[in-house]
């Protein structure tokens, strides 16, 4: 128990010491016009308050992975406790913040157009292809995903309901921002905190004993922390998919003061969504193994929010727990297309305002997406998480960038972008849909990939610096 309060806590003091160290680092301007002024359109570039930017914000970036990541992360046993609270606070915050604000500096731009800034040509045509197919797989999934459980509540056809998700994906990728998107997603977001608190006080005011936080590693398939632990909890600590997002609702902020609350503050908010479901998940079924037991039994982490649910919030919060199991993944599935859109946008210099611009960019996307929905890809969407966290380590590297570009302290993304490194790249000689190498040398591989990734941008850097010495 005691592990679980000083983490809720550290957590909410990471939001308020290092969040505003962070938000000094970046220097924000509060009379500087945001692009929500300078570019308004009625269609993605319309100012919003904070408070529902913030729930929007959390609604695109969560879906199911803070939940569903959580539970998984839950089989390496308490240890994952630590990687939630300081890849919230370290990692993940300053990720979504700079992705939000950096965008906000330049235009609204999307994160492909950021990387392409501050880390080159390449990387820019690097990336929009990269987050482009990335998002169209996540679109994609969310699709299929969603489909399936609604036909096994339903009599209906999975096709059918294909179709009717389908619909209302199109829709709100193509109309404006405040017409579907900041009308709902508020109310979901809250539904989302409000789930994940009523969980967490049921764990502290009811009889449970959980799990106090030991560095040793308990997964029941004997699956090793590194870097396994830090891709299977992604958007409960630093996701890439983020940084495809924040830009969204950088071009709906009123002040650039938003920026901590809503992105900062919304990726420490989803760390407290995570590490609640994490800690119900070891307290419940007796540890990681007897939640292993109940994964394999329930359907995967689907059933297990369900358990958790009718436990804690009786029978009726297990049915508003599943429905949420439905639309949290199409509220990630939606924004997953319209952000496709907007980068395509971005690339073609298409003016969003003009209806017939956002049809051009919208009908293809879902072509593909449809093709993709009738497609076996389950082998393609193993490599989802690599891909993820591979983008959240771009991401973090082009915020260094802009950071070392202004003259500011840069480490803030400096230590995360080198710390990814390592991650990604051991990841993917380790796993099975990588190179399948086992033992010592993926680890050795990966942190010599960080140390030069790191020293290669320490030399750019002080290049740089002699540069803009010389020409002030």
């Known amino acids: 128990m005691i592990s679980f309060i000083g983490s809720l806590v550290a957590l909410i003091l990471g939001y308020y010491f290092y969040g505003k160290f962070v938000e000094q680092v970046f220097d924000v301007k509060l009379d500087m016009k945001t692009?929500?002024?300078l570019k308004e359109d009625g269609v993605d570039f319309i100012p919003i308050t904070w408070g529902r930017v913030f729930l929007i914000q959390l609604l695109n970036i969560a879906g199911l992975g803070p939940i569903f990541g959580a539970i998984a992360g839950a089989l390496f046993g308490p240890a994952a406790f630590l990687w939630i609270v300081l890849g919230s606070i370290f990692a993940g915050g300053v990720h979504d913040y700079l992705s939000g604000m950096i965008s906000v500096r330049n235009d609204g731009v999307s994160i492909s157009e950021v990387v392409g800034e501050y880390?080159?040509?390449r990387a820019r045509k690097f990336m929009r292809v990269f987050s482009i197919i990335l998002l169209v797989l996540v679109g994609t999934v969310f699709m299929t995903g969603p489909a399936g459980l609604l036909a096994s509540m339903t009599n209906l056809n999975i096709n059918i309901w294909l179709f009717v998700i389908i619909i209302y994906y199109f829709l709100a990728t193509v109309l404006p921002v405040d017409k579907i998107i900041a009308k709902f997603y508020p109310l979901l977001g809250g539904s989302l905190l409000v789930m994940a608190l009523g969980i967490a006080g049921g764990l502290i005011l009811g009889d449970y004993q959980i799990?106090?936080?030991?560095?040793?590693?308990?997964?029941?398939?004997?699956?090793s922390f590194w870097p396994m632990l830090f891709v299977t909890i992604a958007c409960g600590?630093?996701?890439?998919?983020?940084?495809?997002?924040s830009p969204l609702m950088a071009r709906c902020l009123k002040t650039e003061k938003d920026g901590k609350r809503v992105f900062y503050g919304a990726m420490i908010a989803e760390g407290v969504i995570a590490l609640i479901w994490a800690a119900a998940a070891m307290t419940l079924f007796g540890g990681p193994e007897g939640l292993a037991t109940a994964m394999a039994n329930n359907g995967g982490p689907a059933g297990i929010v369900k358990l958790v649910s009718d436990n804690m919030l009786?029978?009726?919060?297990?049915?508003?727990?599943?429905?949420?199991?439905?639309?949290?993944?199409?509220s990630s599935g939606d924004t997953a297309f319209r952000s496709a859109r907007l980068i395509l946008a971005d690339i073609f210099k298409l003016d969003q305002s003009n209806k017939s611009?956002?049809?051009?960019?919208?009908?293809?996307?879902?072509?593909?997406?449809?093709?993709?929905?009738?497609?076996?890809?389950?082998?393609?969407?193993?490599?989802?998480?690599?891909?993820?966290?591979t983008l959240a380590m771009v991401a973090l590297w082009a915020g260094a960038s802009y950071l070392v570009k202004h003259d500011r302290f840069h480490w803030i993304a400096t230590i995360p972008a080198t710390f990814m490194t390592a991650v990604v790249v051991s990841y993917i000689i380790i796993a099975p849909e990588g190179l399948g190498i086992q033992g010592l040398l993926a680890t050795v591989v990966g942190l010599l990939a960080a140390v030069f990734a790191l020293g290669l941008f320490l030399v750019k850097e002080r290049e740089g610096k002699s540069k803009r010495e010389l020409t002030s």
């Open 35 to 37: 692009p929500a002024y």
């Open 119 to 121: 880390l080159g040509e």
């Open 211 to 223: 799990p106090e936080i030991t560095l040793s590693n308990l997964h029941p398939e004997g699956l």
């Open 237 to 245: 600590a630093i996701s890439g998919f983020h940084a495809t997002q």
């Open 314 to 330: 009786g029978a009726a919060g297990g049915v508003l727990a599943m429905l949420g199991v439905v639309a949290l993944p199409i």
């Open 357 to 389: 611009n956002r049809f051009k960019l919208a009908i293809p996307l879902f072509v593909i997406g449809i093709l993709l929905s009738q497609m076996d890809f389950s082998i393609i969407w193993r490599y989802f998480a690599w891909s993820n966290q």
